[in-house]
Nanobody, 123 residues
Framework: QVQLVESGGGLVQAGGSLRLSCAAS????????VGWFRQAPGKEREFVAC????????YYGDSVKGRFTISRDNAKNTVYLQMNSLKPEDTAVYYC????????????????WGQGTQVTVSS
């Protein structure tokens, strides 16, 4: 059972940056694709970005394309989400998730989830 722990959330002003981390408990994590999702109060969970197991393939949601970058360091069992040019509408709880196979945008296809980290962007 892979356990995922997100960190790096916090309060930031609009235009600022944050880097989220998703640390896994198992070295087999390197064989999993990882996705980042977010959920704001009263809204459905939204796909943010995903990365393949070896990091050669990434994909982004339209709302974050050009501002966020997903990457991974398999030696550290960690996936990162660098968030730049943050906007108030980026405010949400951010979750990382893992699955065997390719990265996908559908949350229900991920098997392992972290507990989430809050990101708040003030205007």
């Amino acid at each position: 059972q892979v356990q995922l722990v997100e960190s790096g959330g916090g309060l930031v002003q609009a235009g600022g940056s944050l880097r989220l981390s998703c640390a896994a408990s198992e070295r087999t994590f390197s064989s999993y694709a990882v996705g980042w999702f977010r959920q704001a109060p009263g809204k459905e969970r939204e796909f943010v970005a995903c990365i393949s197991s070896i990091g050669g393939s990434t994909y982004y949601g339209d709302s974050v394309k050009g501002r966020f970058t997903i990457s991974r360091d398999n030696a550290k069992n960690t996936v990162y989400l660098q968030m730049n040019s943050l906007k108030p509408e980026d405010t949400a709880v951010y979750y990382c998730a893992g699955r065997a196979g390719p990265g996908v945008v559908l949350a229900r296809l991920y098997n392992y989830w972290g507990q989430g980290t809050q990101v708040t962007v003030s205007s």
